[in-house]
């Protein structure tokens, strides 16, 4: 009973802040044009759109259609859309490097998967995928070395004819009866009932999507704090990680003492918010299911929070004919 209540009550609520969440980003996006602002946007309402068909699912039954619909933005669109918002926020520095890295990281996992024995056919979907991930990813990096801001177009373009073409495998792949599948303890969604070729290709929408929303927003935490260099600039991604870890402590020193960025601890709630439902949708995937709904949600409400506590959003804030700037600060900065 308890179990059935959840799986209704904690998609409801994920679906609603969605739909609130991605109101205030689009009412951002309306006052100053921002590309990062609107492709967050979009990715806010796959998430709002993705938890409702698990309410709907929970309350009134799942379907074929249903299934297929949850299975598409959840599986490929969400994490993929919030990530390329991240792409356009730090399109001015050196960021496309790792986002088009993790491009690549994804297509590559997708065909190790297709060859295991767990997505038996699926070895031409997962080459296919490689492929096309290879292309994308290194142009995302010629991009970067070349023309920064043209590196989030890139990205933007390959996502959304990668969106075209996942969509026609997903509402058109044949389904396992009954058409749809549940965990039988939880009854949580999983994506069983897809063949193995389908279930390959989410590996560059998930894992780039992911990781680059929550890279950026470790990088976009590093920005602003008090930082303690260990390692040289040049080591890049692991410079930027490892003087990270290196410069919390100082970072809660000045908090304590009132003196720390407020986008410090508002990026730092947005990167576990990305990470937790990443990693229950990855438990999801090996049937590990009844983490799934609870960490779609927290994930969803750190993200929140740290949009409210975040200065730049205060700044966006309208009330009336009156508004506040919104900060290209970390844009500046991070170029």
């Given at each position: 009973m308890i179990v059935s209540?959840?799986?209704?009550?904690?998609?409801?609520?994920?679906?609603?802040?969605?739909?609130?969440?991605?109101?205030l980003v689009l009412d951002q996006w309306w006052q100053r044009r921002h590309s990062f602002q609107l492709v967050w946007a979009i990715g806010l309402l796959w998430y709002g759109i993705s938890a409702g068909t698990e309410f709907?699912?929970?309350a009134f039954g799942w379907s074929e259609p249903?299934?297929?619909?949850?299975?598409?933005?959840?599986?490929?669109?969400?994490?993929?859309?919030?990530?390329?918002?991240?792409?356009?926020?730090?399109?001015?520095?050196?960021?496309?490097?790792?986002?088009?890295?993790?491009?690549?990281?994804?297509?590559?996992?997708?065909?190790?998967?297709?060859h295991s024995a767990r997505y038996p056919g699926a070895a031409t979907a997962g080459t296919v995928t490689f492929a096309i991930a290879l292309v994308g990813g290194v142009?995302?990096?010629?991009?970067?070395?070349?023309?920064?801001?043209?590196?989030?177009?890139?990205?933007?373009?390959?996502?959304?004819?990668?969106?075209?073409?996942?969509?026609?495998?997903?509402?058109?792949?044949?389904l396992q009866a009954p058409g749809f599948a549940l965990d039988p303890?939880?009854?949580?969604?999983?994506?069983?009932a897809f063949p193995g070729y389908v279930r390959v290709l989410t590996g560059p929408f998930n894992i780039a999507g992911a990781l680059s929303l929550i890279f950026g927003a470790i990088y976009s935490a590093y920005i602003y704090m008090p930082k303690r260099r260990v390692l040289a600039a040049r080591y890049a991604v692991l410079a930027v990680v490892v003087n990270f870890i290196a410069s919390l402590p100082g970072a809660v020193a000045a908090w304590r003492v009132g003196k720390l960025n407020s986008r410090v601890p508002a990026t730092i709630a947005i990167a576990l918010g990305a990470f937790i439902p990443g990693l229950t949708s990855g438990l999801?995937?090996?049937?590990?299911?009844?983490?799934?709904?609870?960490?779609?949600?927290?994930?969803l409400l750190l993200i929140f929070v740290g949009f409210l506590v975040s200065e730049d959003v205060f700044r966006n804030v309208r009330v009336g004919s009156w508004s506040r700037r919104p900060a290209a600060s970390l844009e500046r900065e991070a170029g």
């Open positions: 209540v959840l799986n209704v009550v904690l998609p409801l609520g994920s679906s609603v802040l969605s739909f609130v969440f991605a109101a709907w699912g929970g249903l299934y297929r619909i949850w299975y598409l933005i959840g599986a490929f669109f969400v994490a993929a859309y919030l990530g390329a918002g991240t792409i356009y926020l730090l399109a001015k520095t050196r960021f496309g490097y790792f986002a088009g890295a993790t491009v690549l990281i994804g297509g590559l996992l997708s065909l190790l998967f297709s142009a995302i990096i010629g991009a970067t070395a070349t023309r920064r801001q043209l590196a989030a177009h890139i990205a933007m373009g390959v996502l959304v004819i990668g969106s075209l073409g996942v969509a026609n495998l997903v509402l058109s792949a044949p303890n939880t009854h949580v969604p999983v994506g069983s999801n995937r090996f049937g590990v299911t009844w983490s799934f709904f609870l960490g779609e949600f927290l994930g």
